[in-house]
């Protein structure tokens, strides 16, 4: 009868979460004879209470690169099999934690941003709306075009979706000035002024990394050897910069379609998305140069970023 009762209790205090006042109304006994009760049970081995390791090792680098890099939040993911749709599934969680119902949501493309958003959650969402902030790709079929992106994420959100209808890079300038100054684009310009939170991947300058040099753009052939005479250490938004966080201009920025990541820094939330160690000195810089207040990435991305 006794076994009965400590399970029981142990029950309501550790999987319903009742305070031990709440048991003890409910069982008919003094608050102590609870307390009581609660020891025995971890006594006989009824409650067994486990410590994740990997979960406190994972706040514990959080908590340095906090101290390093004064982040706003920065959220760390076991590395290994299946990290990155944990990566996934923290990047929505949090997005919903930190925004307001109804509010719009800028979204940058590239790879791990494709396949944010295409993770699906279990659990019901907050309903929110989202723009792209870029033109879209050229002649890519392994990776899904910035508006399927904001389509699949609207949808997912039970909200509204603000498209981009011109490719990334225009064949001039003037084509570029007079889409931007088009009615329609003004009004795509006047909520990325009112923007407070958006999501970022975060890309190397590498070829074998960064799917911008297989996109088809109309860009210069020489394209990747005039921005490697700048040194570019990252890119956010399809915008190079170097080890200093200076945006690296050159002739094709001029007939680009996206937002200036310097408006980043005004913003509330700037979540990026970021794992790998080939990344490390491209987040490294996106962090001190202000580009992003919240990173999610995993243990050992972090932890190369604590050394670097």
Not at 175 to 199: A, C, G, H, M, P
Request: with cysteine; aromatic share 8%; hydrophobic share 35%.
């Amino acid at each position: 009868m006794e076994h009965e009762l400590l399970v029981k209790v142990a029950k309501l205090y550790y999987l319903d979460e009742c305070t031990q006042s709440q048991i003890a109304k409910k069982i008919g006994v003094e608050r102590s004879t609870v307390s009581r009760l609660l020891k025995k049970s971890r006594a006989e081995g009824i409650v067994k209470i486990s410590i994740d390791e990997g979960h406190t090792k994972q706040a514990g680098i959080a908590g340095e690169l906090r101290k390093k890099y004064s982040m706003k939040d920065i959220i760390i993911v076991k590395s290994g099999p299946g990290m990155l749709e944990e990566v996934h599934e923290k990047a929505h969680q949090y997005l919903q934690k930190v925004t307001n119902k109804n509010e719009i949501v800028g979204i940058t493309w590239g790879k791990t941003l494709c396949d944010f958003s295409k993770y699906k959650l279990s659990q019901k969402n907050k309903k929110l709306n989202f723009i792209a902030l870029t033109g879209g790709y050229g002649n890519l079929k392994e990776y899904t075009h910035i508006n399927a992106m904001i389509n699949n994420l609207s949808e997912m959100y039970n909200g509204k979706g603000y498209f981009i209808d011109f490719p990334l890079i225009m064949n001039s300038e003037p084509i570029k000035d007079e889409i931007y100054n088009s009615k329609f684009f003004r009004n795509i310009r006047n909520i990325w002024e009112r923007l407070q939170t958006v999501v970022v991947g975060i890309g190397t300058f590498e070829k074998d990394i960064n799917v911008l040099w297989d996109s088809g753009l109309p860009a210069p052939k020489n394209m990747w050897a005039l921005l490697k005479s700048e040194q570019p250490v990252g890119e956010i938004c399809t915008r190079f910069y170097d080890a200093e966080g200076k945006i690296i201009k050159t002739e094709i920025d001029k007939r680009k379609i996206g937002i200036e990541i310097e408006r980043f820094r005004k913003m509330r939330n700037v979540i990026g998305i970021a794992v790998g160690d080939k990344k490390v000195n491209a987040i490294k810089t996106a962090i001190n140069s202000n580009f992003i207040n919240v990173l999610i990435t995993d243990e050992k991305t972090g932890q190369s970023l604590l050394e670097a």
